[in-house]
T-cell receptor, first 119, second 114 residues
Framework: GAGVSQTPSNKVTEKGKYVELRCDPI?????LYWYRQSLGQGPEFLIY????????DSGLPNDRFFAVRPEGSVSTLKIQRTERGDSAVYLC?????????????????FGPGTRLTVL | AQSVSQHNHHVILSEAASLELGCNYS??????LFWYVQYPGQHLQLLLK??????LVKGIKGFEAEFIKSKFSFNLRKPSVQWSDTAEYFC????????????FGGGTRLMVKP
């Protein structure tokens, strides 16, 4: 079946502009995660959704970052007043359920990412 | 907060050499552990995972990892690498009593020379 998809694959914007990044999770997956990967580093957690609600947004760096998942499927990560330091690959992942069954975390399946470049 | 350290940033091996990539985490409680791989031009894929039980975990493509609780380690191994194993490898952890977010190490870039 189809995996996690993300659009656009590349986004170039100017400092101060607003951007939206979209994630389509695997059908039926109730949990959705956003991570950010800067050059030469591992992915860093931003936010995760359980259904429509943000269950944990502790990784969002500041209030310029916001994410929504209004119908419990597609999610949009929104960045206001972009800064050069926001340049990174933004990764989305989904898993079947967010809850732990017998101490096991459901496997997260990652999308290809959106490479954001802020000039 | 938990953290994950991958000691080797770049590793270069010849085909058929044995591989061991180090991963250490800092968290005092029970954890779930993962190795992900990213082949050139592709997205992150799960290699293997550990939840509980046998500390030696077998994954895809001949990879295995051993969880050593006393050392807070989860090293990845493969007895004989192939050129197609050239990729970046990420270790990740999630505490067993917290949310599902993964904490990743910085990654190890492996190049296998044919």
């Amino acid at each position: 079946g189809a995996g996690v998809s993300q659009t656009p694959s590349n986004k170039v914007t100017e400092k101060g502009k607003y951007v939206e990044l979209r994630c389509d999770p695997i059908s039926g997956h109730t949990a959705l995660y956003w991570y950010r990967q800067s050059l030469g580093q591992g992915p860093e957690f931003l936010i995760y959704f359980q259904g429509t609600g943000a269950a944990d947004d502790s990784g969002l760096p500041n209030d310029r970052f916001f994410a929504v998942r209004p119908e419990g499927s597609v999610s949009t990560l929104k960045i206001q007043r972009t800064e050069r330091g926001d340049s990174a690959v933004y990764l989305c992942a989904s898993s079947l359920t967010p809850t732990r069954l017998a101490g096991r975390t459901d496997t997260q399946y990652f999308g290809p990412g959106t490479r954001l470049t802020v000039l | 907060a938990q953290s994950v350290s991958q000691h080797n940033h770049h590793v270069i091996l010849s085909e058929a050499a044995s591989l061991e990539l180090g991963c250490n985490y800092s968290y005092g409680g029970t954890v779930n552990l993962f190795w992900y791989v990213q082949y050139p031009g592709q997205h992150l894929q799960l290699l293997l995972k550990y939840f509980s039980g046998d500390p030696l975990v077998k994954g895809i493509k001949g990879f295995e990892a051993e969880f050593i609780k006393s050392k807070f380690s989860f090293n990845l191994r493969k007895p004989s690498v192939q050129w197609s194993d050239t990729a970046e490898y990420f270790c990740a952890v999630t505490p067993n009593n917290a949310g599902n977010m993964l904490t990743f190490g910085g990654g190890t870039r492996l190049m296998v020379k044919p």
